[in-house]
């Protein structure tokens, strides 16, 4: 194998069936390879009264596939020094190997297994059976996850990809068969709208040979498409859900935002750093929690997807201070779309947000997940080479009115959930 390209690049290949083959160099001289198969099996196409097939289905395709039942291919992992995750989002889900670079042959080979053939055994779908059924609980009963479903159904409608978190509730959960699992994986895990992401000194030429060597006879070569019905602007308001006897309150405060292919996510995403993406450094941090010393964290996320996206400034704190934490999320995220950032301030965190890239090449796992969000929404090969030239292009007042439309105060909610009753 010949080792070539700069890790912050990718090269795009050939189509098989639609299935886009992606090669992606590791950093220099490193042992390990990655690769990654997205498809479009997220948890917005589960369906109609099956909440939860698409997370099922997404854990149960890297227990046993093809020849290995679950400790067979524990087993088979194991002799070859690997791992397998899998992740899920509304619109995909994500199958990654990984293991040294010397087995990316036979790795790739059983992605694909685990891809094409999962086994659906009886006894792993009971056992994840019982897994969701515990996620579930702790959705309902914990501040947290609690907080997180609560604001996703204050922002988007009945019928939006984003609405839900996929777990279902025990009534769906009990409806899913073995043969909605297979369905599910037939209809969803195509080669059509998906990308196999494969890190590895390899050529190109190689990726593509091996790609069409192991990923062939997907059961459906179109993929599901999504209906993303518009998003009206939600009337501001507080949901509140008591928990007693929990000794941590959570709040949220959020609202729809940019997709990530938007012309105006680069501001928007620095918009968020300044506001609470940055540790130590952001606002949200270094007023709520540092200097007022009102909560156990306080931070800002931003969920950018395909097809649209969210924002949400978060915080923990105790049940007797809620009211002051509520307030002061809610007057930081106003005030960064009314005044926007000082050029000192948004050069600091411009340059620590840059900074993270060259730490992210120096490991093959992080390196590609890199490259694996730059594939999945198809993005120029050179993007990440291009990013701090983006972002040092960004003035104040573009950051400014990033935050003011993708970061809105006014047509945001509150959710507060934690043991909330005794201090109303």
């Known amino acids: 194998m010949r080792e070539a390209g700069d890790p912050l690049r990718v090269e795009y290949g050939a189509e098989l069936d639609g299935l886009r083959v992606v090669r992606h160099a590791p950093p220099p001289g490193a042992a390990s390879f990655s690769a990654t198969y997205v498809g479009p099996a997220g948890w917005a ?42 992740q899920s989002s509304p619109e995909s889900s994500e199958m990654t190997v990984w293991g040294p670079a010397t087995e990316w042959k036979r790795l790739v080979g059983l992605l694909a297994e685990v891809v ?29 996850p609690r907080a997180d479903r609560e604001l996703l159904r204050a922002i988007f409608p009945e019928g939006h990809p984003f609405r839900d978190t996929g777990v279902g509730d025990r009534r769906s959960l009990a409806r899913i068969s073995r043969g909605d699992l297979v369905r599910f994986h037939q209809t969803h895990y195509t080669s059509a709208d998906a990308v196999l992401v494969v890190t590895t000194p390899a ?16 059961a459906s070569s179109t993929a599901a498409r999504l209906s993303s019905p518009s998003v009206p602007p939600p009337r501001k308001r507080e ?41 130590l450094l ?20 931003l969920e950018a997807m395909g097809s649209g996206g969210y924002w949400v400034a978060h915080a923990g704190t105790g049940a007797d201070r809620w009211r002051k934490v509520v307030p002061m999320l809610a007057a930081e995220v106003a005030r960064l779309g009314r005044e926007g950032v ?83």
């Open 116 to 144: 094409l053939r999962p086994r659906f055994d009886p006894a792993d779908l009971a056992r994840v059976r019982r897994q969701m059924l515990e996620r579930q609980l702790r959705e309902l009963a914990q501040p947290s």
């Open 239 to 279: 949901v509140t859900v008591d928990l007693p006897g929990r000794s941590q309150v959570e709040v949220r405060v959020g609202g729809a935002s940019v997709a990530r292919t938007d012309p105006m996510f680069p501001a928007t995403f620095l918009a968020n750093e300044v506001l609470g993406g940055r540790p």
């Open 203 to 218: 050529s190109l030429g190689a990726v593509e040979r091996l790609a069409r060597e192991k990923f062939r006879r997907f």
């Open 282 to 301: 952001s606002r949200l941090f270094q007023r709520v929690r540092e200097r007022s010393g009102l909560a156990y964290h306080a931070s800002s996320s």
């Open 342 to 424: 000082r050029p000192q301030e948004l050069a600091v965190i411009r340059e620590s947000a840059i900074g993270e890239i060259p730490l992210a090449v120096e490991s093959t796992a992080e390196a590609h997940e890199l490259a694996v969000d730059l594939a999945y929404h198809a993005l120029p090969p050179d993007y990440w080479v291009r990013w701090p030239t983006t972002l040092r292009a960004l003035r104040p007042e573009e950051v400014r009115s990033a935050a003011e439309q993708g970061l809105d105060r006014s047509r945001s909610v509150t959710v507060v959930v934690g043991p909330v009753g005794r201090h109303r």
């Open 45 to 86: 196409f589960d369906p109609p009264g099956r909440a939860g097939v698409s997370r099922i289905v997404n854990q149960l395709v890297v227990a046993a596939a093809g020849p290995y039942d679950r400790v067979g291919l524990a087993r088979a992992l194991d002799r070859a020094g690997a791992t397998i995750a899998h």
